[in-house]
């Protein structure tokens, strides 16, 4: 998974509680993502970081904020969970398009099921 | 992941036999597309990319194809084999900061 690991692998969790999840990169690329992935509606853009302290929202981006205070580290959490944001949680890093590379790679992936 | 498959469309093909997996793209400027795959349980995998200045680019077993007057990709598997059961996605850049929009995908079940 390219030098890529997303924590927690499963995750379970009640309505209402907040919850992070850490992508963790030992590539150097400059950009981060963060998708959702959900029956029916392939993956979905919820935010991205285009370096450290720089992040912006994605398609999907209510109910989450993001930070990214190291090159190697991009966090998503969800203040408040809802049951609608039940789904599997994919990060994702890019070089900068200066160096002719576009494609992402992507993490393992996080269940996360709220209750 | 294990839900990933619900409600997808299915190309089901024999062992041996090529596939062609295909995909309408949204955005007539988009200029850079990916194909991937997605093994149950996994994150996507790229496969294989093409810019929109070509129409054709091929890799080992794959062959993109680029339809910009009808906004089409296909992806074609040559002796397909059961290793390639996977959803496949593609995806087009949209916008800056290398941002992909995929489509909803296809699942390939191959069968011996």
């Known amino acids: 998974d390219a030098g890529i690991t997303q924590s927690p692998r499963h995750k379970v969790t009640e309505t209402g509680t907040p919850v992070t999840l850490r992508c963790h990169q030992t590539?150097?690329?400059?950009?981060m993502y963060w998708y959702r992935q959900d029956p029916g509606h392939g993956l979905r853009l919820i935010h991205y970081?285009?370096?450290?302290?720089?992040?912006d929202k994605g398609e999907v981006s209510d109910g989450y904020s993001v930070s990214r205070s190291k090159t190697e580290d991009f966090l998503l959490t969800l203040e408040s969970a809802t049951s609608s944001q039940t789904s599997v949680y994919f990060c994702?890093?890019?070089?900068?398009?200066?160096?002719?590379?576009?494609?992402?790679?992507f993490g393992p992936g996080t269940r996360l099921t709220v209750t | 992941g294990e839900n990933v498959g619900l409600h997808l469309p299915t190309l089901s093909v024999q062992e041996g036999d090529n596939s062609i997996i295909n995909c309408a793209y949204s955005?007539?400027?988009?200029?850079?597309f990916i194909w991937y795959k997605q093994e149950s349980g996994k994150g996507p995998q790229f496969i294989i990319d093409?810019?929109?200045?070509?129409d054709k680019r091929q890799g080992q077993r794959v062959t993109v194809l680029l339809n910009k007057t009808v906004k089409h990709l296909s992806l074609q598997i040559a002796a397909t084999q059961p290793g390639d059961s996977a959803v496949y996605f593609c995806?087009?850049?949209?916008?800056?900061?290398?941002?992909?929009?995929f489509g909803a995908g296809t699942r390939l079940a191959v069968h011996p």
């Open positions: 994702a890093i890019s070089e900068s398009p200066s160096g002719g590379a576009y494609e992402q790679y």
């Open positions: 590539e150097n690329h400059r950009y």
């Open positions: 970081s285009y370096g450290v302290k720089d992040t």
């Open positions: 955005n007539s400027a988009s200029d850079y």
């Open positions: 093409i810019r929109s200045n070509m």
């Open positions: 995806a087009e850049i949209s916008g800056g900061y290398n941002k992909l929009i």
